[in-house]
């Protein structure tokens, strides 16, 4: 990776890389600032100020997010407005801000600008540049002419080992701006977006193909000062906020119609939802299945006690993991600890809720079997003991009063939920077979294991662990019918491939031909393993069916050719 510690030496770096390059890292430096923009008390009394800073930022990142919408013209107009917000506040960190802009219509000497004034800006200097220099190794391994809009679908903080004054201002930020005006909650959740590297720009449910997402920030990007930023925060907020209700309304509207024409077109009855008190899948980046680290990400409450709680969880984490590093007996905890503080995040925010509630069981049955009197493990020191007690305690405290985590901890899941006869084993059987047919993304593998690890050795229906376990399972499979059902026309008209394939399983096949296969193959599992969910299972054995003829019907056609 280049090492760039200067802006002398980023000038050098950019003389021969593409314009965009230097924009898109003028921008994610900005953004990566903003926070002390926002603080400064001249600008923090201004709300004025505040929203012109927002709209250079928003309008520099969105140049690249949808960059066949032409942008240098608005981004000229907002740098302008911005510039005199900074000039008046005298604010490093706003001309920071600015420079993003300008560096839409200009080149890398904004960027310049715009990393040494977050050099001056943030407390932690190396963080500044060592993100710049992530930006730069993103960009160098990705396709010249989308690697700058990639990027901005990236995590503002590689890692999201946000710094912890720059996390520190933002979260006294916040609170401020939603105080002077409510409707500011757009823009925080847009921020919010940037840090874990959403690709959208809003929260909009089931916008497909970001169509009203786009629409948005096409509107932000053409309104003109005299009919729209000239009127005031409060004016553009409450029209921000009817776009956004308006675009929800379309877009569900739409996802209704489309579920419709399904229905009306197909004979398979939809997928049922994943259940969201277990472990989650969605689609990684190469279309296999990804364990989804943000679900639930938006129910989790971010008041000042529900961080307090976050907060002492994870310092006392750290500061046991700290003793493990130089403590014999307390060797085996510490990648335990690591683990757990990763998927706790440095921020309430940054939690992924489903691992870090797995994280923190595994941890606590570590610590019971440290505490069982018939223990084979090597005894803990006494001060560990106390402190690893001491971690439980605050971890129990942090998910106790955070619904959604206190949900997925206890799994309390209804009778119809429930497993007839599922075991541990029957996780690790499914996900060895979904591995061997190349249908999990890297590290998805580890953790569904690791899920099953959990369980208790003998088979409890009522068990928590097991309900989770189980529900996991069959999140999996929900996961995988989605995959089979996103092409079953094309998986049918693959004759010769999928007929091979049952034939041959080493032979590579279409994603969707390979989830169909597996459906299949565990069809009599899901018939017997799922007992009394009448519902679901129905659901899914027709499913099996729709594949199982085209599968038979390709077969049949391979002997006769």
Known sequence: ????????????????????????????????????????????????????????????????????????????????????????????????????????????????????????????????????????????????????????????????????????????????????????????????????????????????????DKAILIKLADATNEDFWDKGAEYVNAQLDQWLRDARQRAQERYEQENADLVNNDSTPKIPEQNSNAITFKAGSNGKIAIDVQASLDEILSDEDSQERHQMALDEAKALQEKCATSNSGAQLSPLLESYIENLGSSIEQIRPSLSVLKGEKLRQTLAAYQSKNSMMQPLSDDLLVDLNNWQSAHNMMVAFQPKLNALDTAMLGPDRQPAVFTPDDLRTLTKDAENSELLEEGTKEILNETADLTPLEFDPDNRRIKWTAETAKNLLIETAKIAKSHPRKTGVTGAVTAIAIANPAISIPLATAAALFLIKHRKWVEEKMGNTPTWKSIFVSICEQYDEIVSFNKNREGNN
């Open 1 to 212: 990776m280049v090492k760039i510690t200067s802006d002398k030496e980023l000038e050098k770096w950019l003389e021969d890389k593409p314009i965009d390059w230097s924009q898109i890292i003028a921008a994610r430096a900005a953004l990566r600032v903003l926070p002390f923009a926002l603080n400064n008390k001249i600008i923090s009394r201004n709300s004025e100020f505040t929203l012109t800073l927002l709209r250079a930022t928003s309008i520099s990142w969105a140049a690249h997010n949808i960059p066949a919408h032409g942008m240098a013209t608005a981004a000229a107009h907002a740098a302008d407005a911005a510039d005199a917000a900074a000039y008046a506040a005298a604010n490093a960190a706003a001309y920071a801000a600015t420079a993003a802009a300008d560096a839409v219509a200009t080149t890398a000497a904004a960027t310049d600008a715009a990393a040494t004034t977050a050099n001056d800006a943030a407390a932690d200097t190396a963080a500044i540049w060592q993100s710049i220099e992530e930006d730069i190794g993103f960009l160098e391994s990705h396709d010249s002419n989308t690697a700058s809009m990639a990027l901005t679908a990236e995590p503002l903080w590689f890692a999201n080992q946000i710094p912890s004054e720059i996390q520190s201002q933002w979260l006294d930020a916040k609170p401020k701006l939603l105080k002077s005006d409510s409707n500011y909650i757009h823009w925080t959740d847009w921020y919010q977006r940037r840090l874990i590297g959403n690709k959208s720009a809003f929260d909009i449910p089931h916008d497909k193909d970001r169509i009203e």
